[in-house]
């Protein structure tokens, strides 16, 4: 979106958040951390991170995605998009990271293509559809434990009625997953956003969550203008007129960034001897990052007047857009703060235009990762199958396995994630649980489970094919083992784990 001087922004619910707990401002030494990630997973190019809404009807699974349609029940699109996009932006806040909204073409959940930067959607996705009683939201597992499309998804359970600034906080569960989907497990601190019931409405991150995703991506760097506090201040602005071609008076600055809460970037720059009788002065934070910005122009060579100011203190990822006179040798300041307490950290370009031609937008810096192999017990389809919010858990499946090889657990499964199904679609995943839940307590599974002839509660029904599991693993599972393992879980409430031997007893209850 591009604002005009004059423009005005959305009408949102805006929570104002009780506290700021600051990376810095709580001494970690000698505390005892509680937050648990999921590394070595974690995004290759953590400086633009996208995500997106599906649109409704979206395929997961042979499941129509309902995002819009759920959320849409409780508020308007826009304010629902709002608490989603705020949720992100308290993550940009602590890391270093930058989470970009782009569009989404409704192309099918887990679709072939990049495993980050895929044209036609957000390495994030976010949709809705049933999940298991107990269940608010689950998050399939960032790569590589899930290399593909899928990774990083957050569905949102469709059967549940959220809240905005209350009930079920929905921001407080958006916080979660997209915890969930840039790396992090649960935390034991009932403090954390990344507790892992729903405990009430949260509107920051503890120290325990920031001590989290800091260890995975670092706490946020300053960009090449700003580095150790320069150029903060209307006495250390950074000069800019080298960056102005002296043939079409254009400038552009890529990979800015506004590092610190109430941080300041000034700049100034003297008008070239081609200047046409205006500066247009571009602040993108669209397709970069949820900086929520405002851009101040000051006109210094005769007199300190204030020409132009803009902010768009609600609006996560914008463009702001101002015009102001100008003539050849004038000198301007110009002034790139966040507008508001959301978004107030991220990353930004600067676009200067002294004439009359066209000036493309910034664009994005590289970061396409192709679809991998994934690392977390092999591709969905050859996955064990388990319901949408209870199925197989980390450590009982991983640590039983590898407790019988000599394997190395090379899975790096947390404890709380689970082999999850949505339809027919299945792969590692975590969730967030509503209060007093089991996480083992039986739930439906949506879309068809694979059962084998004899073993369910009807042993007349017809068998639905199982999926073959392919041996990529030292020492892993051969075709018929996971058949028979599949078949015996789904029908008699057990897992095997064992070779195809009949006589193997390894069997796990689950």
Do not use: C
Request: charged letters at 10%.
């Amino acid at each position: 979106m591009k604002l005009s001087r004059t423009a005005s922004s959305r009408h949102e619910t805006k929570r104002i958040p009780t506290r700021r707990t600051q990376p810095a401002a709580e001494d970690l030494e000698g505390r005892l951390l509680l937050y648990s990630t999921l590394a070595p997973t974690a995004w290759t190019y953590s400086d633009r991170i996208t995500f997106s809404f599906m649109p409704d009807g979206t395929n997961i699974g042979g499941l129509s995605s309902s995002l819009f349609s759920t959320m849409n029940a409780i508020a308007p699109t826009a304010t629902w998009q709002n608490q989603i996009e705020q949720a992100a932006a308290l993550w940009q806040s602590y890391a270093n990271l930058n989470l970009a909204l782009v569009p989404d073409n409704g192309a099918p959940f887990g679709t072939p293509g990049n495993q980050q930067d895929d044209p036609r959607f957000g390495d994030i996705r976010i949709g809705a559809a049933p999940l298991g009683s107990g269940v608010l939201a689950e998050t399939f597992l960032p790569p590589p434990t899930n290399g593909g499309t899928a990774a990083g998804d957050i569905v949102f359970n469709s059967q549940i009625t959220f809240g905005i600034n209350g009930g079920v906080d929905l921001e407080t569960v958006a916080a979660h997953e997209f915890g969930h989907a840039l790396g992090l497990g649960e935390s034991t601190d009932p403090n954390a956003i990344m507790y892992g019931s729903y405990d009430g409405l949260k509107d920051n991150l503890s120290a325990d969550d920031i001590a989290g995703i800091q260890s995975l991506y670092g706490a946020p760097q300053f960009d090449q203008f700003n580095s150790n506090g320069h150029h903060t201040s209307l006495f250390t602005p950074a000069n800019i007129t080298s960056y102005v071609d002296p043939v079409y008076g254009q400038a552009i600055l890529k990979s800015l960034d506004i590092t610190a809460s109430n941080q300041s970037e000034w700049f100034t720059v003297t008008a070239p001897a081609m200047t046409t009788g205006t500066l247009t002065v571009n602040v993108q934070s669209t397709n970069l990052s949820s900086l929520a910005p405002m851009v101040t122009i000051y006109e210094r060579t005769t007199t300190f007047t204030n020409l132009a100011s803009i902010s768009a203190p609600s609006q996560y990822g914008t463009t702001l857009t101002a015009t102001v006179p100008a003539t050849a040798g004038e000198t301007f300041y110009i002034v790139v703060r966040a507008a508001g307490e959301y978004g107030a950290i991220g990353g930004y370009g600067l676009e200067l235009n002294f004439g009359t031609d066209y000036q493309a937008p910034v664009s994005p810096p590289p970061t396409v990762v192709a679809q991998q192999p994934d690392q977390g017990g092999g591709p969905p389809t050859n996955a064990l199958l388990a319901g949408p919010s209870n199925g197989l858990r980390g450590p009982t499946f991983s640590q039983h396995f590898h407790s019988r090889t000599t394997t190395p657990n090379t899975w790096n499964l947390p404890p709380d994630a689970v082999l999850a199904r949505i339809g027919t679609y299945s792969g590692w995943a975590d969730r967030m649980l509503a209060p007093n839940f089991t996480p083992n307590t039986p739930t439906p599974a949506f879309g068809p489970a694979p059962v084998a002839p004899g073993t369910g509660s009807d042993p007349t029904a017809p068998a639905i094919p199982i999926a073959h599991a392919t041996p990529t693993l030292s020492g892993g599972l051969a075709t018929p083992a996971v058949d028979r393992a599949i078949s015996a879980w789904i029908g008699l409430g057990t897992i095997d784990l064992g070779s195809s031997n009949p006589t193997d007893t390894h069997r796990k209850t689950h």
